[in-house]
């Protein structure tokens, strides 16, 4: 086996059995208490609403361009800017009501996002045709933890192991990735701008209550959907920069 190939093999290993020898990790119901639920317009929680339009934008900006260069070609991405524009949906109507069931419709198209940007990933710096391949199955592996996650909730015994391993495995593999197979600079630039906007949104989710506490006017939680939203744009950038490219050609 190639050596790449078994570093990745080994940390995925090693993170997957740190996780799953680690108790039932349970949705902690203090997760749905926002900072910020004020009320405009007679919307709830209207802030942590209104800025889902953000992926709105981007993802249907990206529908857009895949479309026009090719979905057959591009469909990694094409699946990724769909995750994006129904994230918007599912996170909007999350924050409506906050509670474990609408968590599930906004849970369930970012991990369609994630899947899809993975295999990505996969395709253009490991093996194009493993990427394709991989599709499918990194898809339903990441919808099956999201249905796992609520069907165990619903049972009283949550357990979010199997959803932490589908949002946090491919952060921690995608930089190992870069390093080893070394991708063009351009594209590694933006794929670590979006690394980079990701980690710093779930920081402003933990601290969502300290910010808006601190500034009175915008809380953590609505900066991590901006910032989050801005690191799909660099995928949007990165197609833009391919697609003027393949033009000039």
């Known amino acids: 086996m190639d050596k790449r190939l078994l570093t990745l093999l080994v940390v995925a290993i090693f993170f997957l059995s740190f996780l799953f020898s680690l108790d039932p990790i349970p949705q902690d119901p203090a997760y749905h208490l926002f900072a910020d639920n004020r009320d ?3 919307i709830p929680n209207t802030w942590d609403v209104l800025s889902n339009i953000a992926f709105l934008i981007v993802g249907l900006a990206g529908i857009k361009l895949v479309s026009h260069s090719g979905i057959k070609r591009h469909l990694q991405y094409f699946i990724f800017f769909v995750g994006v524009t129904l994230t918007a949906f599912g996170s909007a109507y999350y924050h409506l009501s906050p509670d474990n069931n609408t968590l599930f419709w906004d849970r369930l198209p970012m991990t369609i996002a ?3 940007f993975f295999s990505s990933i996969i395709y253009e710096c490991i093996n194009q045709q493993s990427g394709k391949k991989l599709l499918i199955p990194l898809l339903v592996t990441g919808i099956t933890s999201i249905v796992y996650w609520l069907w165990t909730e619903q049972n009283g015994q949550g357990d979010l192991r199997f959803y932490a391993s589908v949002q946090f495995l491919p952060m921690i593999l995608i930089p190992l990735v870069l390093v080893l197979y070394k991708p063009d600079k351009k594209y590694a630039g933006y ?5 980079v906007f990701y980690a710093v949104s779930k920081i402003f989710e933990y601290y969502d209550r300290e910010i808006f506490e601190l ?3 915008v809380s953590g939680h609505t900066l991590k959907h901006l910032s989050a939203a801005t690191g799909t744009a660099m995928i949007l950038s990165l197609f833009v920069y391919r697609y003027t490219l393949e033009n000039r050609r």
């Open 191 to 195: 794929i670590i701008s979006l690394i």
């Open 114 to 116: 994630f899947m899809a």
């Open 215 to 217: 500034t009175q006017f």
């Open 40 to 42: 405009f317009l007679s």
